[in-house]
């Protein structure tokens, strides 16, 4: 790598990010910052530390990003992330409103505005911001699983299905997508794709209690009484206070 390269440095954070690797994700945005001091690395690094639960450090990044650019989107969005982490959602909303008055297409503050709206059971508003966000092209596998989630409380089940199809195929091997799925199966009464989904989503975590539990109830009431126990079994051993 070229140490004088910022650039290549972002990237490997970000790859490492990807694949869940905050620690190295976030010594590599740490070097990207020794070089060039700017709003954007800056924003990355206070969305990681928020997502991470560190509010102090995310706090620290908003205040030198206030001082980089302080009516810029970065500065606006990671203030409003802060916020909402607070739960003081009505300044949340205002950075991010502010945001997009200056950029109607500033994907990250739009989902972040949705992800807002949703706490405060705004679902319509929250689908709307969503819904652009895909649009935009910048939809990925967690935001198609959370619309999908939108979807059903809403009893739209079609197109909460048709979402979380999408979040497996940009993410396949997350379980969160066939465990959420699984349970929209449920919901429609098709226990032969909730069983496949609840093998796929137990091959890539198969330490989930719940979907152990869940496995097992589809496995009893087809007489399979072994495989019903074995499943029951593990997840007492996984969780015994709640299987």
Not at 122 to 140: H, P, T
Not at 188 to 200: E, P, R, V
């Amino acid at each position: 790598i070229d140490p004088n390269a910022p650039a290549t440095y972002r990237a490997r954070a970000e790859a490492f990010y990807a694949k869940g690797d905050r620690k190295l994700a976030l010594k590599e945005i740490d070097r990207v910052l020794k070089f060039t001091w700017n709003a954007s690395a800056l924003r990355l690094r206070g969305e990681w530390r928020l997502s991470a639960g560190d509010i102090e450090g995310a706090a620290s990044d908003v205040t030198h990003i206030d001082k980089l650019d302080p009516d810029g989107t970065s500065s606006l969005v990671l203030r409003g992330a802060l916020a909402a982490r607070k739960q003081d959602y009505t300044s949340a909303l205002a950075d991010f409103d502010k945001a997009l008055v200056s950029n109607r297409q500033a994907t990250i503050a739009l989902r972040e505005r949705g992800r807002v709206y949703a706490a405060k059971h705004d679902d319509n508003k929250a689908l709307s911001d969503f819904s652009r966000v895909i649009e935009l092209g910048a939809g990925d596998a967690d935001l198609y699983r959370t619309r999908a989630q939108l979807y059903a409380a809403k009893g739209d089940r079609g197109k909460a299905m048709a979402d979380f199809d999408q979040a497996i195929a940009r993410d396949p091997d997350n379980s969160a997508g066939y465990f959420a799925r699984a349970a929209m199966r449920k919901a429609n009464g098709d226990t032969s794709g909730q069983m496949a989904d609840l093998n796929d989503g137990l091959k890539r975590q198969p330490n989930n209690a719940a979907a152990l539990y869940e496995r097992g109830l589809l496995k009893n009431g087809r007489n399979d009484v072994a495989g019903a126990l074995s499943d029951f079994d593990a997840a007492i051993k996984l969780d015994p206070n709640n299987a």
